[in-house]
């Protein structure tokens, strides 16, 4: 048996399930833009060279124009898949938001290996992302305590791991043996924009925000 323990990017979380070819994905409720519009053109600039801004380890960041027609765009491919699967993520994701959500100003998509967003407002630097999501596995551990004793310590220590990562990167996975002998699999990361501390309390905020209400479920993914 083996238990799947993903704590992904952290925000705080509803229990929202969507899908379109995401696994979730949010149409922003800050304004529409029209076809003409200099809002569609600094739109259409900022995903065409998003991709192009890669640091080579999975994060893109590009904004385009000024003031209320200024658009900024940001993608994170999950840390440990190659740059193929990511570049390819990265174009389904400008593909499919543009569709789903074809007139709004903001929009955020994720699929297990990225997320895209794109929006008037900040995002580096920014820790509190209006959009978020928990998916959970509806089984719990038999051995409540004692997975309890082990994913705490787990996810403690890959968030200190994440959070050291740097400006370019801030990620971590591990494995822990669970009571019975379950392996135990566990995934944290944030956007590189984040100081230390702030990706530590992000991520340490988004598993107070999980952990009482899933704290026994033996799987979590929490965006
Ligand atoms: C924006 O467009 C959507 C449909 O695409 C519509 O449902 C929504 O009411 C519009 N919002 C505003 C503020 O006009
Ligand atoms: C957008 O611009 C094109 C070309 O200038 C024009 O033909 C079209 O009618 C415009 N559409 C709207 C909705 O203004
Ligand atoms: C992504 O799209 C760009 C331009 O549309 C294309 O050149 C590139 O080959 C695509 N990359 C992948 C991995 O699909
Ligand atoms: C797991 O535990 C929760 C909370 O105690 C409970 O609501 C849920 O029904 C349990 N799930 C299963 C599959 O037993
Ligand atoms: C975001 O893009 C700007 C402009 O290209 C660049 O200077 C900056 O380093 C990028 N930020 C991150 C965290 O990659």
Not at 131 to 142: F, H, K, T, V, W
């Amino acid at each position: 048996m083996s238990g799947k323990l993903l704590l992904w990017l952290s925000f705080i979380s509803m229990l929202l399930i969507q899908t379109t070819g995401f696994t979730y994905y949010n149409c922003e409720p800050d304004g529409n833009f029209t076809t003409n519009s200099t809002y569609r053109r600094n739109l259409d600039t900022a995903l065409s060279t998003l991709p192009t801004t890669n640091t080579g380890l999975g994060f893109f960041n590009y904004s385009a124009g000024q003031g209320s027609d200024r658009v900024n765009s940001a993608a994170l491919c999950r840390g440990d898949i190659n740059q193929d699967v990511c570049r390819s993520c990265l174009n389904d994701s400008v593909v499919n938001l543009r569709e789903v959500c074809p007139n709004q100003k903001g929009a955020v998509g994720y699929y297990d290996e990225c997320w895209l967003r794109y929006t008037n407002n900040a995002i580096l630097g920014n820790t509190d992302l209006n959009s978020g999501l928990i998916l959970y596995n509806i089984q719990n551990a038999s051995d409540l305590d004692g997975f309890n004793e082990v994913v705490r310590p787990l996810l403690n220590n890959l968030i200190d791991d994440a959070a050291a990562g740097g400006s370019l990167r801030k990620f971590a996975s591990g494995i822990t043996t669970g009571p019975d002998g379950i392996t135990l699999y566990g995934l944290v990361q944030c956007t590189p924009d984040l100081s230390r501390l702030q990706c530590s309390d992000c991520l340490q905020n988004s598993i107070t925000g999980f952990y009482l209400k899933y704290g026994g479920r033996i799987g979590v993914k929490s965006d």
